[in-house]
Structures are given as structure tokens and as C-alpha cells.
């Protein structure tokens, strides 16, 4: 699967959670995976709901929030969240522009909890570097 989230946000999230350790390219690029296949998987979900409730887009409540936050206070760009948000749902869905804020903050929540996680786990094995095997085994973990 190509990865539409790109690494940079991404790595500015971890960065901000790793403290006085090091974040290893892989690190954000295995963090950006997780969470585009997490991202993924709440909107299959949104789109059954909405499917249920016989409309055509996908709102905020789809996705179990009614918090709108604004743009600029997310890190996160929209349009690969879009895209995100469609990669597992059938294209006859559209996505309202402040579903696609409540996903991007929540994705950005969990990529922050994700980092948290994975720093704790280098700072436990010894090492000053968060790894990618920190970001998968920290997910793994937390399934």
C-alpha cells in the first residue's frame, strides 16, 4: 500500500514527543503507515454509518466526534487525509470538508499517543534513538 500521509508532519508530531532522543527516518515513515491504515479503518467504519443513515457523505458524527478544530491549529495537511479517508471506501462517498478536521485531529491525537508509546519503549531497550521496530511494536501492543 503507498503511503499518501506525507513524512514530514508526521516526523514534526514524533519530534515533538521524542524529547532529547533521536527519531530515525524509518520512525516517521512506520509511524505514517500506522497511521494512514488507522485513518483507513475509521472512515470504513464512518462510511457504514452513513450508509446506514441513507446519505451520500460522510459527516463529522460518522466518526464519533462533534469537535470541529480549526485548521490551522492541526499539523497534519487535509488533502492526504482525504485521501486517506477514501482509500477503503467506495468512491460513491464524499467527505464533508469538517469530517475530514475531526479526522485529521484525531489521527494527529494518535500519532502524538503512537510517539509517546514508541519513545518510552526506546528510552526502556537502552537506546537514544526511536526506531521504526519502537512505532510497530508499540501498536502491536496496544491492539
Do not use: W
Request: proline content about 3%.
Amino acid at each position: 500500500m503507498r503511503v499518501e500521509l506525507p513524512f514530514s508532519p508526521v516526523d514534526s508530531l514524533i519530534r515533538t514527543q521524542a524529547g532529547d532522543l533521536r527519531v530515525s527516518a524509518d520512525a516517521a515513515e512506520a509511524l505514517a503507515r500506522q497511521i494512514q491504515n488507522e485513518g483507513a479503518k475509521i472512515a470504513a467504519r464512518a462510511a457504514q454509518q452513513t450508509e446506514a443513515d441513507g446519505r451520500k457523505t460522510i459527516m463529522v458524527e460518522d466518526f464519533g466526534s462533534d469537535e470541529v478544530p480549526a485548521r490551522d491549529s492541526l499539523t497534519l495537511p487535509i488533502a492526504p487525509v482525504d485521501r486517506i479517508a477514501r482509500l477503503d471506501v467506495a468512491h460513491r462517498y464524499r467527505v464533508a470538508k469538517d469530517a475530514r478536521l475531526a479526522l485529521a485531529k484525531t489521527l494527529e491525537d494518535r500519532t502524538t499517543n503512537i510517539a509517546a508509546g514508541a519513545r518510552k519503549l526506546a528510552e526502556h531497550a537502552g537506546r537514544r534513538t526511536i526506531q521504526a521496530e519502537d512505532i510497530d511494536l508499540y501498536v502491536e501492543l496496544c491492539e
